[in-house]
């Protein structure tokens, strides 16, 4: 790789970008207004719906309704074709309020750290650090290098708390041996006696041991996961303190001290992941191929537009200066570098239009529009701090007012908000992370290697041998494919993390010990955003502040994007959309055999985080099943009106 | 005998940060033998440091759910650790790591994977008001010296 993507040439949004990168606003009276187009979902027509029906008794509507215990989070409304195996309509239902954009409101700012932190149960300890970065932009104070590292082993070590559980915790038990018994008995037969094909690696004989591995509660993998969740826990807080919530992130750096014994107590946890990170590869790469060979529509499962977004992260040591104006150097000079990828192809590596083209609209969701379709003129903030053009509904413009109300397909039904770039859904995760560093060129190249369609990672011996993985860009992009690329990502991340571990003892060797900078609260206007990441992908906080509090705090989050409802124009969110294209292929006979396991599958792979309960109603019954969503990705309850 | 006392809940909300509070205050008055704890923390997290440890004879949990009883009522038991089929289990472990903070499921997440000593009690108070702040309600606020004494009935040999 030796070259970053041209400037993004954006085809939707109404901005013109020159060879430099500089945006100008295209001329016109009102630049930003766009026309909405009605929603006509099918049982808002009863009459469509009696049709259907009585063409085809199978067409049911498909809800999965969360039922939480504290801060539930997604639900899903669906109509689909039983005897087609095709689903018809979908509906992301975010059903809280998080509320932290008012919180925050005249507070301190460096309340941000601790308060937005708790946004997130799993991995608040990204949200105090993506406030870090935000602070020190409006601060104008840059850590020391090795409070760039520092943070950096923060990160890699909350990804691998946060991989494993999603693999063998939360997405894995629907491809564990009574989950496949239960909804495809054929693929189980066939299970047993098929070879796993990487057994030197993983140990399992058949893809049915490995399933049997993933049952939950009970399955080696399931209780090996829980092990390992704990050995990045205690490596977290050698550095933070605490998990999920660190003590020690400011603005500036890190309040801890850390010295050679931290780094070996934390290497000596890093190591165990280089063996683990392999098998767990091994075993996807072995679950993925066995469900594709069985029959080839599971790439198909959970499938949608390869488009996806990323803000990268992982901070070079000695280009992170938090100055926007520089963010386009030390975002690409970042271990996983900044991008956004448009059907396949990487359109930008610039992290200013990576932010230049971020809008949330609110047309179906329980908020006011501040903006009026676009046609307000009020804009706060018309352009960024170099004079991009910034939409109305752009983060650093956006007022969050809610309007609670009742739930309806056509107007509004969800609590998250739906972020666009370009005006285009987006997914992120862990693979859009992959994905834009496969494509991009990297100097930090000690132990990974982007080729453009795949990235080499070369990973020391442990117990097993040392030898190179590669994670490659997949032709057909699903929920199979996500999993896939999450196994990878533990490498990934376990190489990144030992790259830095390396970098920072080389610096306490040569006496760079400071982990922060001191700075003041300045009391003039300030603007800042911290572009970073979660385990589950893009995370942004867009913050404005004067005389030394908050004046607007505005959070994104991964779950945001992918849980989004639909947009002005009608088109759906990623969740909606890739169940749309999901085929029903559950093995049952009569409907109320049906447990929903492929739609389950897709939803899943997103890794949405926050534990809601979810009831499969077929219209005579109802299944309660297990949806995991993000209480960060959305935002208070409401009374919830469900139709 | 070792016995360990410990909070369960979630601050600043109340009535029902009975269990925080308690872990808070009562480590300075606890008998020899006697450890007090704020369990307020994933149940996964809980089942892996109490394997780690000598195992203690019994382990009294405070918290202050909500179940619809009258508001301040304070029930004192023996956890009869009966656990619920494994997919409730799993829905429970689910639960537990992706952050929330609940008796049952600390109850049930430590039972199936392993920590609690054979002797379990539990003491629960019924909360009144509901939302965020520092302070109990006065009924609560009135009961504290009560549930105090149940919490040290339930630890007594």
């Known amino acids: 790789m030796s070259t970053y993507a041209e400037p993004p040439t954006f085809t939707e949004l109404p901005i013109d970008v020159d060879p430099s990168g500089q945006g100008t606003l295209r001329d016109g009276p009102d630049p930003w207004a766009y026309e909405t187009r009605e929603l006509h979902p099918i049982e808002d027509t009863p009459s469509k719906m009696e049709e259907m029906r009585a063409r085809n008794g199978q067409v049911r509507k498909v809800d999965f309704d969360p039922v939480t215990r504290v801060a539930g989070a997604l639900a899903f409304h669906s109509v689909v074709d039983l005897e087609s195996r095709q689903v018809l309509e979908t509906d992301a239902m975010a059903t809280l309020f998080r509320g932290y954009e008012i919180i925050l409101k005249g507070r301190d700012p460096r309340d941000a750290i601790y308060i937005s932190s708790r946004a997130c149960g799993v991995c608040g300890g990204v949200h105090a650090t993506t406030a870090a970065l935000a602070l020190e932009m409006a601060f104008g104070v840059k850590p020391p290098p090795l409070g760039i590292v520092a943070r950096n082993l923060l990160l890699s070590i909350e990804y691998l708390y946060d991989h494993p559980l999603h693999l063998f915790l939360l997405a894995g038990p629907d491809f564990s041996e009574p989950a496949v018994r239960a909804t495809n008995p054929e693929l189980w037969e066939r299970a047993q006696r098929t070879p796993a094909a990487s057994k030197a690696i993983h140990k399992f004989g058949t893809v049915a041991e490995i399933m049997t591995g993933m049952t939950p509660l009970t399955g080696t993998l399931y209780a090996e996961a829980l092990h390992m969740t704990r050995v990045a826990r205690e490596a977290y807080v050698i550095i933070g303190g605490k998990y999920p919530h660190p003590q020690t992130v400011v603005p500036g750096g890190i309040s801890a001290t850390i010295d050679v014994s931290d780094m070996n107590e934390i290497m000596l946890r890093l190591g165990k992941f280089f063996d683990y990170g392999q098998k767990v590869a091994a075993i996807w790469d072995d679950i993925v191929e066995f469900f594709y060979d069985a029959n080839p529509q599971y790439r198909n499962v959970g499938t949608r537009p390869k488009n996806l977004i990323e803000t990268g992260q992982w901070d070079d040591p000695y280009a992170y200066d938090a100055e926007y104006k520089n963010c386009d150097d030390w975002g690409r000079a970042r271990w996983s570098p900044p991008g956004v990828i448009v059907d396949g192809k990487l359109v930008t590596s610039s992290m200013t239009a990576v932010n230049m083209g971020l809008e949330e609209f609110v047309e179906h969701s329980f908020y006011e529009d501040w903006t009026k379709n676009g046609h307000s003129n009020g804009s706060p903030f018309p352009q960024d701090p170099l004079g991009n053009p910034l939409s109305p509904h752009h983060p650093w413009n956006k007022d969050t007012i809610p309007k609670p109300g009742g739930t309806s397909w056509k107007d509004k039904y969800s609590w998250s908000t739906a972020p666009r770039w370009d005006r285009k859904a987006m997914e992120t995760g862990p693979f859009s992370r992959m994905w834009v560093a496969a494509m991009s060129p990297n100097d930090h190249q000690r132990f990974t290697n982007p080729t453009g369609h795949s990235l080499q990672m070369n990973v020391p011996g442990g117990a097993l041998p040392g030898r190179m993985v590669e994670w490659h860009i997949p032709e057909v992009w699903g929920a199979f494919e996500r999993n896939r690329a999450r196994a990878h990502a533990i490498l990934f991340t376990t190489l990144i993390a030992y790259d830095n571990l390396l970098i920072g003892l080389d610096m306490m060797r040569k006496g760079d010990t400071a982990v922060s900078t001191s700075y003041k609260v300045p009391k003039d206007f300030r603007m800042g955003v911290g572009l970073w990441g979660a385990g589950r992908g893009f995370l942004t906080h867009h913050l404005t502040m004067d005389n030394g509090v908050l004046e607007n705090y505005q959070i994104l989050t991964p779950s945001t994007w992918m849980a989004s409802p639909k947009d002005p124009w009608g088109n759906p969110g990623p969740y909606e959309e890739a169940v749309l294209a999901t085929p029903l292929l559950e093995n049952f006979e009569k409907p109320e055999d049906f447990k929903g396991i492929d739609v389950l599958r897709a939803i899943r792979s997103f890794d949405p985080c926050m534990p809601c309960t979810t009831h499969i109603h077929t219209d005579d019954r109802v299944i309660t099943r297990e949806v995991i969503t993000c209480a960060c990705g959305v935002d208070e309850p409401h009374e919830h009106a469900h139709q | ?157």
Do not use: C
């Open chain 2, 1 to 157: 005998m070792r016995v360990l006392i410990g909070g369960v809940g979630y601050r600043f909300l109340k009535d029902e940060s009975v269990g925080p509070y308690m872990a808070d205050t009562l480590g300075e008055r606890a008998p020899e033998g006697v450890e007090v704890e704020d369990l307020g923390y994933h149940p996964v997290g809980l089942h892996q440091n109490l394997t780690d440890r000598e195992p203690y004879d019994r382990a009294v949990i405070i918290a202050a759910p909500r179940r619809g009883r009258e508001p301040g009522t304070i029930t004192a038991y023996r956890w009869d650790a009966v656990l619920p089929d494994v997919e409730e289990i799993q829905h429970r472990v689910s639960e537990a790591v992706t952050g929330v903070i609940d008796l049952d499921n600390l109850l049930i997440v430590v039972g199936a994977l392993g920590g609690w000593p054979a002797d379990v009690r539990v003491v629960e108070v019924e909360p009144g008001e509901e939302g965020w702040g520092e302070e109990f309600s006065p009924l609560i606020t009135g009961l504290l010296p009560e549930v105090e004494e149940a919490i040290w009935t339930s630890a007594r040999p």
